[in-house]
């Protein structure tokens, strides 16, 4: 151990002791004759499901990376007329243009000489952990468990929309913070060299694959769920082995030197200061899980191409879009009404009107697993509807694992499949579809790709390659924590040293 500062020792002994304790699941338990909370509940079944397929040694350090504090990354607006000085003023408190994947020099100075407010957090790291379990014992639902300033975490009335989806404050102040504020330096714990070590090989994957391997729709319900009815034959997780999977391998993707976005180095959970607003009234940046970046780039964006956002709301990716390229035309779709009005409002506080018309900006609400335009697009994103893994652990409100949800979430990975085909049938020959979500499910990652292109390949003339994107998985390695275990997708999974995600993202490209 000679040589490891404090907090340093403190995730180490934290990992291990979560790993190899026979009662870890115990701790987080509600007491006897306590119903439990929806988010008991996710996380029960995220230790039977993840358990499995992570492994014991494996899943206890992705548990205890998303039950803290979540990594934002700041996209920069092009459009406002402090991007320059929004820039400097990042890179001044140590954050860095992860699009270069490459951290400046000073950043890991940054990391060893840490501001006030990280410094504090590190100092009580040992203090809120304890405290961390006892709220989940106690089946908290308001997830304050920690002493995070609100001033810190929240916005005002005129500036609510610069975070995506309520992330910055809803998931920052849920945050048991099991490991808060430890400022690490990149390899500097068995598990962070293991993670380099795994992720910077470059593991191509085979021209064709087979449908197989699984993981049933029977491992969402979780223990204790017997009543709920499934029909496995409506999910089809086996199938026969009708057709080969064609794979195209890795080539690498142009990433426009418009598209600036900053995040902390690993292990440095530093929270951003507010975005500021211009003369115009447009914000300087846009916050978002840095996990979120990823499947835009593996999109492939360049100038003049016609895109369909399928299911679009609160607005990051979109907006991101319109960073990354000139586009011919950008569709924002969505079906919920609620969920449209934030997107708007969103593109209103970041995208002028000028550019709305260059970009021929529509937004539309269409059930997405419907949409009927065929052949109209040479780009798609389909970021569907999931369990969303991390917001389930964290927040009970609206939780996919509440009762009154049950029937929903089982029927999950058909819906996602219906937006991907559809998704697919939307884009023209020649272009391409990327599928993500932000759920570490087998079932809603793989399983869907798997389930779509058997869809397709019995009811339409469509032919669909999976375009390998382990490109992206070298080129990101060092910002981004990578799961190799997926057979057609990308997987970043959370870490206490680099907290992005969860979120899967597969390239599709249409041949036929």
Request: positive net charge.
């Amino acid at each position: 151990m000679k040589g490891l500062n404090a907090s340093k020792l403190f995730v180490i002994i934290q990992t291990r002791n979560i790993a190899h304790s026979k009662s870890w699941k115990k701790n987080v338990a509600p007491k006897k004759g306590k119903k439990k909370t929806a988010t008991q509940k996710a996380l029960d079944i995220f230790d039977d499901a993840y358990g499995a397929y992570f492994g014991n040694k494996k899943w206890p350090a992705i548990r205890i990376a998303l039950l803290s504090q979540m990594k934002y990354c700041a996209v920069i607006n092009n459009s406002s007329a402090k991007a320059d000085e929004s820039i400097k003023k990042l890179e001044d408190i140590g954050a860095f243009n992860i699009v270069d994947a490459t951290p400046p020099a000073d950043a890991t100075r940054k990391l060893n000489k840490t501001s006030v407010r990280t410094r504090k957090l590190q100092q009580k790291a040992q203090k809120t952990s304890l405290e961390s379990e006892n709220c989940h014992q106690s089946g908290s639902t308001s997830g304050i468990c920690s002493d995070t300033t609100e001033e810190q975490i929240s916005g005002n009335e005129t500036d609510k929309y610069w975070h995506e989806d309520d992330a910055y404050d809803t998931r920052t102040r849920a945050s048991p913070d099991a490991a808060a504020g430890v400022s690490i330096e990149r390899k500097t714990t068995a598990r962070s060299d293991a993670v380099e070590e795994a992720t910077s090989q470059s593991i191509l994957q085979d021209t064709s694959a087979d449908l197989y391997d699984f993981m049933p729709a029977t491992k969402l319900r979780g223990p204790g769920a017997e009543q709920e009815q499934v029909f496995e034959s409506e999910y089809g997780y086996l199938f026969e082995k009708t057709k080969e999977v064609p794979i195209l391998k890795s080539r690498a993707l142009e990433i426009s030197s418009e598209l600036k976005t900053y995040a902390y180095e690993k292990g440095d959970i530093s929270l951003f200061p507010r975005p500021t607003i211009d003369s115009s009234k447009l914000l300087d940046y846009y916050l978002m899980d840095g996990a979120s970046l990823l499947p835009v780039i593996a999109l492939g964006l360049k100038m003049g191409d016609t895109v369909l956002d399928l299911c679009a709301a609160p607005g990051g990716k979109a907006l991101t879009m319109l960073q990354a390229a000139h586009l011919g035309s950008l569709v924002c779709n969505d079906v919920s009404y609620t969920r449209l009005s934030r997107l708007r409002q969103v593109l209103a506080s970041y995208v002028p009107e000028y550019v709305q018309k260059q970009t021929n900006l529509k937004v539309t609400q269409l059930d997405g697993q419907r949409y009927g335009h065929i052949d109209s697009f040479n780009k798609v994103l389909v970021d569907v509807p999931c369990t969303n893994d991390r917001r389930s652990a964290l927040e009970d409100d609206n939780n996919w694992f509440s009762p009154s949800r049950t029937k929903e979430r089982l029927h999950l990975p058909a819906v996602q499949m219906n937006l991907l085909c559809a998704a697919i049938q939307a884009v023209r020959p020649g272009g391409a579809v990327v599928y993500s979500t932000c759920s570490m499910s087998p079932m809603q990652n793989d399983g869907v790709i798997q389930m779509s292109l058997q869809n397709l390949w019995q009811n339409s003339s469509i032919e669909v390659a999976v375009q390998d994107l382990a490109i992206l998985r070298q080129q990101f390695c060092n910002v981004f924590n990578f799961h190799t275990g997926c057979k057609y997708g990308q997987l970043i999974v959370p870490s206490l040293v680099s907290n992005f995600g969860p979120m899967y993202f597969c390239k599709l490209v249409r041949l036929a």
